[in-house]
């Protein structure tokens, strides 16, 4: 029997922002991480090592959460980073559980499935290396074959030569393998570039035999252009919006959230025991994960209709809303911190990074005052003052499911109010659902949104389905129904979107920063114009 080797140590510098909170192993590809994508290529029977580094905690959590029935053994690589780390001091470090024949597997390339069915016919007896024909040899390692075997390597650079190394090889002549690279780490230890490819250069020196599997399907994910060519060749993908310190997986029947910061893991499986009946029960949790059963249906997103809206709005007020008893002086805070300094916060980052003065300019042919003038419109003790009640925190269809059962289901909620992990503003919810009716994925992601501007001011614009914009009527015709304060949802509406504006992606950020700017102006005009002011 052999084993597989997969490496995670690195830092995955090439990946930037990508892998500044977490490990390149956990990059989704389509619904999974990359390192599922690997592990499941493989057959179960065969014994897995994964050498763990930069955030190797994350790697370990993650598959002792999905893989709990696999044999895995993993290796703690002190040095992967800085002076003595390479990729073949990280191999040296599994060397003790390896003391057979395997296969290495870089954790970030991945195999299509005809591609797996020829490793799976390669005998563990022979020596193998797996290239591909159709990337530029320039831009990685690769050699030259004289019939089945590998003739000659080349360094990146080469122009001429026959396939393009993927990072995936099988060993039978372990003992040589480990004999070469570990007299090479002696003779180097502070070469950075010592790897796999080193070694099997050196075999090939010493007559060792070493055969060629030309690959048909090869993903690549080293660098962030070949990631994003690689994640639309995936079809089996869902549309969220990328975070640095957060991302979600569906693998087999379980849904995987991931935070880099432990304390929102905590607070969000705390405040799913108040939500009880309305989101999935969590089955597993870790420091920086929790699992909970993947939940059948439709995303409320795709089938939205005035009907569905009613319908959800109806559930959330009987089942969701409901006040809640706590301290005033805590709810006051909560809602200052939430609502006004977050807020002056992000818009102040967002004003350096962007260079953007904060002054009067005309948007959509209105003269629409600074921001700053604006906030002091605001009836800010009208929004700290809030009736405390049950919240989801995110309160958009993307997050909601319509099961099989025709119930709705929450999911990803949020993990506090301001602090608060009992209570929160309903109000925040109703804005969250009305930002989401107007501003949703589908819009985002197919560029249906427009912002320029020129001598004669700013333009902002959105295109969306007619069932949104019906959908938003009904939610209008049940905020007035239920006598609830449409002027302070239209005002925190345009909060969001000024709050959201400094999380997201140019042009995106521009237009968010602009249309809420805008909204703001007429949610302050829709409440001066003596509309309601209920609680």
Request: charged share 25%; with cysteine; aromatic share 12%.
């Amino acid at each position: 029997m052999h084993k597989i080797l997969i490496t995670t140590s690195g830092v995955g510098s090439r990946l930037g922002d990508i892998t500044k909170a977490t490990n390149k192993a956990l990059v989704r590809i389509g619904k999974k991480p990359a390192i599922s994508h690997i592990i499941e290529s493989y057959p179960e029977h065969l014994p897995i090592v994964i050498t763990l580094g930069y955030h190797g905690d994350h790697v370990r959590q993650l598959v002792e959460m999905t893989y709990p029935d696999r044999d895995i053994t993993f290796i703690d690589v002190d040095k992967f980073e800085g002076t003595g780390s390479s990729l073949g001091y990280s191999l040296l470090q599994a060397r003790g559980e390896l003391q057979c024949p395997f296969i290495y597997n870089a954790c970030d390339t991945i195999c299509g499935d005809a591609s797996r069915r020829e490793i799976q016919l390669m005998s563990s007896d022979k020596n193998w290396i797996a290239g591909h024909k159709h990337h530029g040899s320039s831009q990685y390692d690769s050699y030259n074959i004289r019939g089945k075997f590998v003739s000659a390597l080349f360094d990146k650079g080469e122009l001429d030569s026959d396939f393009a190394y993927m990072g995936l090889i099988g060993i039978s002549d372990w003992e040589s393998f480990w004999n070469i690279l570990d007299e090479l780490y002696i003779n180097n230890s502070e070469d950075s570039s010592l790897n796999d490819f080193a070694v099997i250069r050196e075999m090939i020196d010493s007559d060792i035999k070493v055969e060629h599997i030309e690959l048909k399907e090869w993903y690549d994910i080293g660098n962030v252009e070949s990631l994003h060519k690689t994640r639309n060749e995936f079809p089996d993908q869902f549309h969220i919006l990328d975070k640095v310190e957060e991302s979600i997986y569906i693998i087999g029947e379980s849904v995987i959230k991931f935070f880099a910061n432990p304390e929102m893991i905590k607070n969000r499986v705390e405040r799913s025991k108040t939500l009880k009946g309305l989101v999935p029960t969590i089955t597993s949790v870790s420091k920086n994960f929790y699992k909970y059963d993947f939940v059948k249906g439709n995303l409320a997103a795709d089938v939205i209709t005035p009907k569905l809206t009613h319908k959800i709005l109806s559930h959330a007020a009987n089942n969701l809303w409901i006040h809640k008893k706590i301290n005033e002086h805590e709810a006051y805070t909560a809602g200052s911190k939430f609502y006004y300094h977050k807020t002056k916060e992000r818009l102040s980052n967002f004003w350096e990074r962007l260079k953007i003065k904060d002054e009067s300019e005309i948007i959509n042919d209105e003269l629409v005052p600074s921001i700053s003038d604006m906030f002091k419109e605001i009836n800010w003790e009208s929004l700290f003052n809030y009736e405390p009640t049950g919240y989801h925190g995110d309160f958009i269809l993307d997050n909601m499911i319509v099961d099989n059962n025709n119930n709705i289901i929450l999911i990803d909620w949020r993990q506090d109010f301001g602090g608060l992990i009992e209570a929160g503003d309903m109000y925040y919810d109703l804005a969250k659902f009305n930002h989401n009716l107007t501003v949703n994925h589908d819009i985002i992601n197919n560029d249906q949104f427009t912002v320029n501007d020129n001598e004669n001011g700013i333009k902002v614009d959105i295109h969306r389905r007619h069932s949104l914009v019906e959908s938003q009527e009904e939610f209008f015709n049940f905020v007035r129904f239920h006598g609830y304060n449409e002027g302070k949802i239209r005002l925190l509406t345009a909060i969001i979107w000024l709050n959201m504006s400094p999380l997201h992606h140019y042009p995106f950020d521009k237009f968010l920063y602009y249309f809420g700017k805008y909204n703001l102006y007429k949610a302050l005009k829709f409440i001066k114009n003596g509309k309601q002011e209920k609680n």
